[in-house]
């Protein structure tokens, strides 16, 4: 039955098929499946990634969770997947614990037992490798994100750290979150160097420290950068993932986020650049500038890419061919 | 005579002799060469840094000083300055300051000047451009400290930030200096998610705040990671650049750190790295992975550039070089 299974899936569409119907055992083998790094894998890979693309959930949402250790983000990581499943919604959690990147996403699931003794097959959690010292996010985790929308309701992609994390989860998520602790004027100072413009919500953990809490709070809201007509204006919020105070206020704030981003067609944008800025990134990293050049640079790229409806994954393979034999033709010798 | 001073820089042999006598004109010509991208200016910074590097100064320093904005680390520079200058050492600073990326030198010139009305000859100051929303340094950053290296004692490079800029600043320089300000468990925090290994020198600023100071320098010594014998256990230093306490125990420490290095060749042993894994970074930005394997990959080329006398811009131009014709060459076809 189980080797029936396996089988099956090696047909990228049938795994597709089962990963909607939020299989667990096809999840795990489709996020394996985006991790092999070898041509076969990868060409299934592509497939599986563009049928699952054709059928996104209308209220999917994929939220970047982030913040230094310490901040009390995985507690409230737990308490949002609570708020949530009160609300029916399923939720997905990729989970980065560079201190222990094996078992990041093992700590999480023991934490979500104890709380619910009797399991819960509507939540499924998987840790992701981290990438560098910085805490930054394994170029996986993007397609990663786009298996896990198919599936459920939320996807949680929670990052440790401040700054590399913060970008890199920004670049995959839906909307952001940067979890704050307080007592924290230099983390203040700190966002303010350049990446307070990340985050679309804030919250302020241990909120059952008081004053201290709010002073952080308002010293964030003071530090925010000035927005223009239209834009979002970042919501910093209260929470005590300890007496669970605040948490239902910051899902309403991140749930606000999707509204606005869905309203006038702004999440189906975000996607489609992150998709884009992915696939250049992928190109960059395997090619570098040079191999960019080839391809008549990266603006034009991202314009051509922008236009498309896309599937990250095959489009990026099949711009690696490109770049191949390009990079072979003697045209355009460089300096 | 400005003119023929200009046309006799064109021989780079010419410019480099200018630049170890210290002449402003020429470490700004010099600096400038190695900014330009065009071809003909890339073969002439080539011969420049090849024949600068052939002459180190005794007791050359390159030193770099990270932290977050708002920490003091730039009125801590000026302090150092002015202890190197009482000693008599002549200091070379490259500066990054992102949020004036066009007069963070000069910020710090007019600083100077203000603590020296009649100006000092033996103190050179330059800007660098920040690289990136962290604060990263950009890949001319480790050439121009070569240059300066050439001219000067002490090589201050002055970047702002924790995490990337402390990781670039510490792949060009022997001793590398961040500053923490007081009243900041959660920066301790955050340097232990990864960083807390970079740093030889801590300067925890503010010392003026007392009790505040000290406990930070506690709670920075306790994070400190177990070294091994013969390693180097960083120093933790309490300064107020406001006072001038502390700043000579600083620049003792940092005279230490000079010191362990230069015992059993570790100097030149940390140079050569810095400068093989500069000449890789720059070869993986313009032709990324691909580029590299077709090198023979990474590992091997780190070996064979760490046996060698480096002349990092002449051996980056002939790796070049010899990517391009492999790029073109049919052979070891990829997936």
């Not at 991790?35 to 959930?57: F, K, M, Q, V, W």
């Not at 979500?112 to 003794?117: A, F, I, K, S, T």
């Not at 990438?131 to 397609?143: I, K, T, V």
């Not at 679309?200 to 003071?222: C, Q, W």
């Amino acid at each position: 039955m189980i080797r029936a299974a396996l089988e099956n899936w090696l047909d990228p569409e049938a795994l597709a098929d089962a990963v909607v119907l939020r299989d667990r055992a096809a999840i795990a083998a489709a996020l394996n499946l985006i991790d092999d790094r070898r041509p076969e894998a990868r060409t299934r890979a592509s497939i599986l990634t563009g049928r699952l693309a054709a059928r996104p959930s209308a209220r999917a949402h994929v939220i970047g969770i982030t913040g230094p250790p310490g901040s009390g983000k995985s507690t409230l990581s737990s308490s949002l997947i609570e708020v949530w499943r009160g609300e029916g919604r399923t939720v997905g959690v990729l989970a980065v614990d560079p201190s222990s990147p094996r078992t990041g996403g093992a700590l999480l699931g023991d934490r979500l037992r104890m709380l619910r003794p009797d399991g819960d097959d509507a939540v499924f959690i998987r840790s992701l490798a981290s990438r560098g010292e910085l805490g930054g996010l394994s170029p996986e985790a993007g397609p990663m994100s786009l298996v896990m929308l198919a599936a459920f309701d939320v996807v949680v992609v929670e990052t440790v750290g401040i700054g590399q994390s913060e970008i890199d989860v920004s670049e995959l998520a839906d909307t952001t979150c940067c979890v704050v602790q307080p007592a924290s004027g230099d983390t203040v100072q700190f966002l303010k160097s350049g990446i307070m413009e990340v985050p679309d919500v804030f919250a302020v953990s241990k909120a059952d420290l008081g004053a201290l809490a709010e002073r952080t709070a308002l010293e964030l809201k003071e530090a925010l950068p000035r927005r223009a007509e239209g834009e979002w204006a970042a919501i910093v919020t209260l929470v005590s993932a300890r007496s669970g105070t605040g948490v239902s206020d910051l899902a309403r704030a991140l749930d606000a986020h999707r509204a606005w981003l869905e309203a006038g067609g702004r999440l189906d944008d975000r996607r489609r650049r992150h998709q884009a800025r992915w696939i250049l990134k992928r190109l960059r990293e395997e090619f570098g500038a040079h191999g960019i050049d080839r391809l008549g640079g990266a603006e034009g790229l991202l314009t051509e890419l922008l236009r498309e409806r896309l599937a990250p994954l095959a489009r990026h393979e099949e711009l690696r061919h490109r770049v191949l034999s390009l990079l072979r033709s003697p045209e355009g010798e460089p300096t």
